[in-house]
């Protein structure tokens, strides 16, 4: 049995609505897929649930489906955000993608004192977030925010959201990552003492936050910060590490998802 093929469509869904797709798409489903007039497709805008769509034009630079049936309601992931520190292109390629299937409801890379990338091209993570969408069954697309700065963020945070802080310094500077001493507790614990309905992550730059960082997130009452074991984590680790024990025990793997 052949799985059909699964697009992203910017458009509003309805029944036996015709929808052109973009160059790009019509080369993937046609050239790369070979599909062919009358064969199935799945669709999904964000808005209307999953629908199965038949292909009413087969052209090598165009091409158009018809809308057929919703086979599923739009549902979304719980209300999880992600921020965190660019790093170098390939793994902030990942660390976009891994989100995404994870179930981050929106990405935005966070500017700190050692990011070392200076550039984000939000128009390319736009499409890595996308094409992950596509493959893993998301019926939405996780928002993919502008670069901000982390003073700017927490300046302008909602206090109902709670933002995990993920930590791994402790507070003896003559000792390696700051000693044991003002080391988080373990992630696991920390999330079982706290409920939101909110929640956001908060992964630091390779070589950390800096001290001035760390003291002022430390402060805000909104911050819960966690610890993701012994180990110190690469920054796109980290994230798929964070993001899953908060799926585990605060998110969508231990409950069914509710449709709009």
């Known amino acids: 049995m052949t799985v059909e093929p699964r697009l992203y469509l910017d458009a509003d869904f309805a029944q036996d609505a015709v929808l052109a797709l973009d160059k790009e798409q019509a080369h993937y489903l046609i050239t790369v897929m070979r599909r062919k007039a009358g064969d199935g497709v799945r669709v999904f805008n964000g808005r209307d649930g999953e629908w199965r769509a038949e292909v009413v034009e087969a052209g090598r630079r165009s091409a158009s489906l018809r809308l057929a049936e919703q086979t599923r309601p739009q549902v979304l992931p719980p209300d999880m955000a992600l921020y965190f520190a660019p790093v170098k292109k390939a793994r902030t390629d990942f660390i976009v993608e891994k989100a995404t299937e994870l179930g981050a409801r929106a990405i935005t890379p966070v500017m700190t004192a050692r990011t070392m990338a200076d550039r984000v091209k939000t128009e390319r993570l736009v499409l890595i977030a996308r094409d ?3 493959q893993t069954e998301r019926l939405d697309l996780p928002q993919i925010g502008e670069p901000v700065s982390l003073t700017g963020l927490i300046k302008d945070w909602d206090a109902e959201r709670r933002l995990i802080f993920c930590d791994e310094a402790g507070e003896d500077a003559d000792q390696p990552w700051g000693g044991a001493a003002g080391r988080a507790g373990s992630i696991t614990d920390q999330l079982s003492t706290v409920t939101a309905d909110k929640w956001a992550i ?6 950390g936050f800096a001290p001035e960082e760390r003291q002022l997130l430390r402060r805000q009452a909104f911050v819960l910060p966690v610890a993701l074991g012994p180990r110190i984590l690469r920054a796109d680790t ?10 585990a025990m605060c998110g969508d793997w231990s409950r069914r998802l509710t449709a709009l």
């Open 132 to 134: 992950a969408a596509e």
């Open 202 to 207: 908060l992964i630091g730059p390779e070589g």
């Open 238 to 247: 980290a994230v798929v590490a964070a993001m899953s024990v908060w799926q």
